[in-house]
């Protein structure tokens, strides 16, 4: 089986997850866990037994050394990661809900991360990698992570390193929902492979149905186009062909928090694995399943044994 070196940028934030339902402000007791939707794939992609590489900047703080430690934990290599003295790592609360989306509070204006440009690249030998993956929230987080974003896309271009990029949409990053557009666009287009949600789908592209949102993303030179429907699954369009994969039953939504991260992983795992474009959507609904039925943004991402063990089975049952 082929193993592949990833490289991902992003930033990590403390998240602390409340023990009990309720409006944040009524909460007493957190547990601590890490948020961000690169370390969600990366934690995934590691636990497939893939190499993974994390550029970030982190707060000189508690909260960042513990940061790295858990990402080390979870074998992810740490070696570009560097720390800000004057600025702090972002941190998260969110709320426990039963069912729906939960309410998250983010405190991460001016971040450590925030501060990331173009020098954190200077490090860098993308040689070194097989796959990039990115998603928009790096963009939104200040021009200088904008600026390393591009240079970084533009760099594995050319040196013929597989992209992949979901769109994450996060509104309140953004001065202006036309800039988001643009840039998120921008960005999309040098990538081979996409990952945007039906909605977000929508708003980037100003269509209406799957077939059309692909269309507008193929125009531009994207490849292969994966819409995530939720619950019902995906809709994927690729060198003229389109098909829609039902999503993989869930025994009880716990916490939808980082289930299309944990759906690129399946995806993305599997395409570096050279599976078929078909097996891999449908290993992306399982780990994104899996994802769901777990508390914390990224608790319920496979090892391998547990992932081959479920397609395994949702195979002889069906």
Known sequence: MKMSRILTVGEPMALFVAEKEGPLEDVEYFSRHVAGAEVNFSIGMARLDHSVTYITKLGKDPFGTYIEKFLKHNGINTSLIQYEQQYSTGMQWKQKVKSGDPDVFSARKNSAASHMDTDTLKNLDLASFDHLHLTGIPPALSLGCREMVFELIKSAKAKGVQISYDTNL?????????????????????????????????????????????????????????????????????????????????????????????????????????????????????????????????EGLPYRGELDKVMKDSLAQS
Do not use: C
């Open 170 to 298: 996060r509104y309140g990053l953004w001065d202006s929902q036309d800039e988001m557009i643009k840039i998120i666009n921008e960005l999309a287009f040098q990538a081979d492979i996409i990952f945007p949600g039906i909605e977000e789908g929508r708003i980037l592209t100003g269509k209406e149905n799957e077939q059309d949102i692909a269309n507008f993303y193929h125009q531009e030179g994207v490849q292969t186009v994966v819409i995530k429907l939720g619950p019902k699954g995906a809709f994927t369009s690729s060198q003229g062909k389109s098909f829609y994969t039902d999503g993989f039953p869930v025994k009880e939504v716990v916490d939808t928090v980082g289930a299309g991260d944990a759906f690129a992983v399946g995806v993305v795992s599997a395409l570096l694995e050279e599976q078929p474009l078909d097996e891999a959507i449908k290993r992306g609904t399982v780990t994104g399943a899996l994802a769901v039925m777990s508390s914390g943004d990224n």
